[in-house]
Every structure is written in structure tokens, then in C-alpha cells.
């Protein structure tokens, strides 16, 4: 069974950086896209960044040039670097992926949340 697992959130003083992890478990036969959403009270949720295979990471405005996503293979992990934190970026982070598993159909997958808050 595909498993997604994050971990890293926490709190942080405004200005401050934080790193989400999220790692990947279970017999994948493709990964098509991986991605970070985050979720405040009251509103949808959003994407941030979206990595595709083979491509460069995609990111919103409100987060460009400050967050920076990466993918380690080998490790099958994905990271969201975060830095230059504000307030309005406390929110509950998701990593997401869409996966074929092996002998499975293609699906969207969802890490556990993981609360950031930005506070002085």
C-alpha cells in the first residue's frame, strides 16, 4: 500500500526557515507528480510548489523565491525548503503525489498534515 509521510512541521519566529519532509512508501510502479498544498481555517486548500518528473519545480507567487522544493529519488522523500517566513504562511502543510502503484490504478495520495505556525 502507498504511503505518504511528513514530517518537520513546527512553530518558527517570523524571518525564520523551516524544511518539511515528506517520504514515500510502498511497491510505486510510477511517480507522475508530486507536490506541497497547505490549508488555513476557512479556505480550500492551495499548491505551492508541483515537481514533475524530469522537470524543474513549479511554485506559486506568494512563495517564490522563498520556498524551494526538491525531490530525492533514492530516497524517495520530497522537501519543502522554507525560508523568510511571515504569519500568513502558518497554515497545515500536505505533501501529495499521484502514484500508479505497482499493479494498481493511478491515484492521488496525501501525507498527514503537518501544522507550521509563524510566530513571534
Known amino acids: 500500500q502507498v504511503q505518504l509521510v511528513g514530517s518537520g512541521g513546527g512553530s518558527v519566529q517570523p524571518g525564520g526557515s523551516l524544511t518539511l519532509s515528506c517520504v514515500t512508501s510502498?511497491?510505486?510502479?510510477?511517480?507522475?507528480?508530486m507536490a506541497w498544498y497547505r490549508q488555513t481555517p476557512g479556505k480550500q486548500r492551495e499548491l505551492i510548489a508541483r515537481i514533475t518528473p524530469g522537470r524543474m519545480p513549479t511554485y506559486e507567487d506568494f512563495v517564490k523565491g522563498r520556498f524551494t522544493m526538491s525531490r530525492d529519488i533514492d530516497k524517495n522523500a520530497m522537501y519543502l525548503h522554507m525560508n523568510t517566513l511571515t504569519p500568513e504562511d502558518a497554515a497545515v502543510y500536505y505533501c501529495?503525489?499521484?502514484?500508479?502503484?505497482?499493479?494498481?490504478?493511478?491515484?492521488?495520495?496525501w501525507g498527514q498534515g503537518l501544522q507550521v505556525i509563524v510566530s513571534s
Open positions: 501529495y503525489a499521484e502514484i500508479s502503484p505497482a499493479g494498481g490504478r493511478r491515484g492521488d495520495y
Open positions: 510502498g511497491d510505486i510502479s510510477r511517480v507522475h507528480a
